[in-house]
């Protein structure tokens, strides 16, 4: 069983870690090294992750019952009453298949009880993952290619999930 812990900024040096590990373990075959490097300079220094919460990204770090070290994380923040847009969702690629980020969404759906709507964007050659999606009751709402500087682009499907 997995549970959640809300991260502070405290958090930033560990999230930054997971991060790096997990993107450099499971993009090079979707993205290219200069972009994965882009990326998360962007996104995950440690000041860009600091910056993201007190702009109201919630994150949380997900933890197998009985760990002390946290095998993911998953950022989530409000875009109107009952919808909410999940930035990041990662876990750890030595974790997956044992059925923690199907858990760990369970979770995340108890900490907001309002929650109607998840959005999210995931990269059109990210098969595995846009997989998990499918199983846990996302679909696909639409393609976009979203520039993202330095000549790079997001080529995503953003996915939906809406409350039963």
């Given at each position: 069983?997995v549970?959640?812990?809300?991260?502070?900024?405290a958090?930033?040096?560990?999230?930054?870690?997971?991060?790096?590990?997990?993107w450099?373990?499971?993009y090079?075959d979707?993205?290219?090294?200069a972009q994965?490097e882009?990326?998360?300079?962007?996104?995950?220094?440690?000041?860009?992750l600091?910056?993201?919460?007190a702009?109201?990204q919630?994150?949380h770090?997900?933890?197998?019952d009985e760990?002390t070290?946290?095998l993911?994380?998953?950022?989530?923040s409000?875009?109107?009453?009952?919808a909410y847009f999940?930035?990041?969702?990662?876990?750890?690629?030595?974790?997956?298949?044992?059925g923690?980020g199907?858990?760990a969404f369970?979770q995340?759906l108890?900490?907001?009880?309002d929650?109607?709507e998840?959005?999210?964007?995931?990269?059109?050659?990210n098969?595995?993952?846009?997989n998990?999606?499918f199983?846990?009751?996302f679909?696909?709402h639409?393609?976009?290619?979203?520039?993202?500087?330095n000549?790079?682009?997001?080529?995503?499907f953003?996915?939906?999930?809406?409350?039963?």
């Amino acid at each position: 069983m997995v549970h959640l812990r809300l991260a502070t900024p405290a958090d930033a040096p560990t999230i930054h870690a997971l991060a790096h590990r997990i993107w450099w373990a499971h993009y090079p075959d979707i993205v290219t090294h200069a972009q994965i490097e882009f990326m998360l300079e962007r996104g995950y220094s440690e000041p860009a992750l600091v910056q993201q919460m007190a702009e109201g990204q919630a994150f949380h770090l997900v933890f197998a019952d009985e760990q002390t070290e946290p095998l993911g994380y998953i950022s989530m923040s409000p875009r109107g009453p009952g919808a909410y847009f999940i930035h990041k969702y990662y876990l750890d690629g030595a974790q997956q298949g044992k059925g923690f980020g199907a858990q760990a969404f369970q979770q995340l759906l108890l900490q907001y009880p309002d929650l109607q709507e998840v959005r999210l964007a995931v990269n059109r050659k990210n098969y595995k993952s846009i997989n998990f999606y499918f199983k846990i009751g996302f679909t696909i709402h639409h393609c976009m290619d979203v520039d993202i500087g330095n000549g790079f682009f997001m080529n995503d499907f953003e996915m939906v999930w809406i409350k039963k």
